[in-house]
Nanobody, 123 residues
Framework: QVQLVESGGDLVQPGGSLRLSCAASGTISSINVMAWYRQAPGKRRELVAT???????YYSTSTKGRFTISADNSKNTGYLQMNSLQPEDTAVYYCNVDAVALRDGRYQRNGYWGQGTQVTVSS
């Protein structure tokens, strides 16, 4: 099993910045992909950014150029640096990993979600 804990969400003014963290714990063999999603009130959860173990990244159109995803593989921790935040970035941000971890007595590849962290952009 993998447990994910996100942190760093806060209330910030438009134009401000925040850095989210996602710490993965458990008997982890490898994290293949780490992703950040967000869900605004009344909207579907959407993909924000992804990073592979090898460092390849992907960004959604709405966040490219403003957000930066990174990861420290040695610490099983990922980050999302968010700059130039706008009110439309307000959402609960979720961490998701595709990982190989010990589960039910054997190593398995599964997806895991964190509990989310609230980001509110408002003046």
């Amino acid at each position: 099993q993998v447990q994910l804990v996100e942190s760093g969400g806060d209330l910030v003014q438009p134009g401000g910045s925040l850095r989210l963290s996602c710490a993965a714990s458990g008997t982890i063999s490898s994290i293949n992909v780490m992703a950040w999603y967000r869900q605004a009130p009344g909207k579907r959860r959407e993909l924000v950014a992804t990073i592979t173990r090898g460092g390849s990244t992907y960004y959604s159109t709405s966040t490219k150029g403003r957000f930066t995803i990174s990861a420290d593989n040695s610490k099983n921790t990922g980050y999302l640096q968010m700059n130039s935040l706008q009110p439309e970035d307000t959402a609960v941000y979720y961490c998701n990993v595709d990982a190989v971890a010990l589960r039910d007595g054997r190593y398995q590849r599964n997806g895991y979600w964190g509990q989310g962290t609230q980001v509110t952009v408002s003046s």
